[in-house]
Structures are given as C-alpha cells and as structure tokens.
C-alpha cells in the first residue's frame, strides 16, 4: 500500500526558506512520478511542482519557479520541497502526491491533481509579512 507523509512546514517571514520533505513507501520508486500541491484557505488545490525520475524531468509552477526546487533522495524515499525566497502568497497546506508514469510523461500534466492517485495528508506552512 502506497503511503506519503508530509513533514518540514513551520512558520517563517517573507523571504525566509523552508524544506519540505515527504517519505513515500509501498511502491517501486522508479515507477513513480511525484509532485507538490498546495490549498489555501478558500482556494482550489493548485499543483506547485512535480518531477519524473524515469525521465528525469521536472516541472514548477510559474509563481514558484526559481524560487522552490524539487528533489528526491532514491536511497531514502523521500522526496523534498526546497523553498526559498518565500511570499505570503506561498501560505498554504501543502501535500504530496504520487502516481506511477510513463518515463516520457513531462509538461504541465504533471500539475494536474487529477492525475494523481495518492496522496499525503499535508503539512501546514505560513509565511507572514
């Protein structure tokens, strides 16, 4: 059974980093595509960045790029959420997300939410003014 837990939210002030991690387990790795997501109160669930590592392809949202980076670590299961530079627009919960792919699978499908099939339970982070 796939799990994903979120953990790293906290809160800061604007322009301070924050590294989400999520360790997934229950699934051959490789397989796997995997992505962040964020809700703000009163917001739909946006995708903030996703990454193939069978194709090793990555893709951010337009509001975070350059600013947030997504990472794995294979030998852990975990993927990360390096977030620099943080707004208070960034104040959300964020979830991770995962779904097996195709190696070839790129482009902003990867931050459609529906293509995902699990999910962590989310980790809250705010970012005051």
């Known amino acids: 059974q796939v799990q994903l837990v979120e953990s790293g939210g906290g809160s800061v002030q604007t322009g301070g980093s924050l590294r989400l991690s999520c360790g997934a387990s229950g699934y051959t790795y490789s397989d796997y595509c995997m992505s962040w997501f964020r809700q703000a109160p009163g917001k739909e669930r946006e995708g903030v960045a996703a990454?193939?590592?069978?194709?090793?392809?990555?893709y951010y949202a337009a509001s975070v790029k350059g600013r947030f980076t997504i990472s794995q670590d294979n030998a852990k299961n975990t993927l990360f959420l390096q977030m620099n530079s943080l707004k208070p627009e960034d104040t959300a919960m964020y979830y991770c997300?995962?779904?097996?792919?195709?190696?070839?699978?790129?482009?902003?499908?990867?931050?459609?939410?529906?293509?995902?099939?699990?999910w962590g339970k989310g980790t809250q982070v705010t970012v005051s003014s």
């Open positions: 990454f193939n590592p069978g194709g090793g392809y990555t």
């Open positions: 997300a995962a779904s097996v792919c195709s190696p070839v699978w790129q482009g902003s499908a990867m931050l459609q939410q529906y293509q995902y099939a699990y």
